[in-house]
C-alpha cells in the first residue's frame, strides 16, 4: 500500500519561512515524480512544484519560481518542499502526492495525473 505523510506547516510572519516534508511508503522502482500542490479556501488547486524520484529533475509554478525549493532524499523516501519569502498569498493546505509511471516527462502539473496523495498540512502566513 502506497501512503504519503506530509509535515511541517504551521503560522508564519510574511517573509518569512517553512519546510514541508513528504515521506513515502510503499513505492517500488524509481519511475515516479512527487509533487507538491496547494488548496486556498475557495480557490483550484495549484500545482507548485515537483521533482523525478530517477534523477531529481525539478520544476515549479511561476507564482513561487526563486521563493521555493524542491529536494529530495531518496535513502529516506523523504522530499522536501523549503519555502521562503513567504507571503499572505501562499496561505493554504499543501499537498503533496506522486504521480507513477511517467516514463521521460519531468514537468507533471495535472493533478489528475497523481494517483497518490497525502493528507495535506496547514500553512498560514500573517500579514
Known amino acids: 500500500e502506497v501512503q504519503l505523510q506530509a509535515s511541517g506547516g504551521g503560522l508564519v510572519q510574511a517573509g518569512g519561512s517553512l519546510r514541508l516534508s513528504c515521506t513515502t511508503s510503499g513505492l517500488t522502482g524509481d519511475d515516479y515524480v512527487v509533487g507538491w500542490f496547494r488548496q486556498a479556501p475557495g480557490k483550484e488547486r495549484e500545482w507548485i512544484a515537483c521533482?523525478?524520484?530517477?534523477?531529481?529533475?525539478?520544476n515549479y509554478a511561476d507564482s513561487v519560481q526563486g521563493r521555493f525549493i524542491i529536494s529530495s532524499d531518496n535513502s529516506k523516501n523523504t522530499v522536501v518542499l523549503q519555502m521562503s519569502s513567504l507571503k499572505p498569498e501562499d496561505t493554504a493546505v499543501y499537498y503533496c502526492a506522486v504521480a507513477p509511471d511517467v516514463g521521460v516527462i519531468k514537468r507533471i502539473t495535472n493533478f489528475a495525473w497523481y494517483n497518490y496523495w497525502g493528507q495535506g498540512t496547514q500553512v498560514t502566513v500573517s500579514s
Open positions: 521533482i523525478t524520484r530517477l534523477d531529481a529533475t525539478t
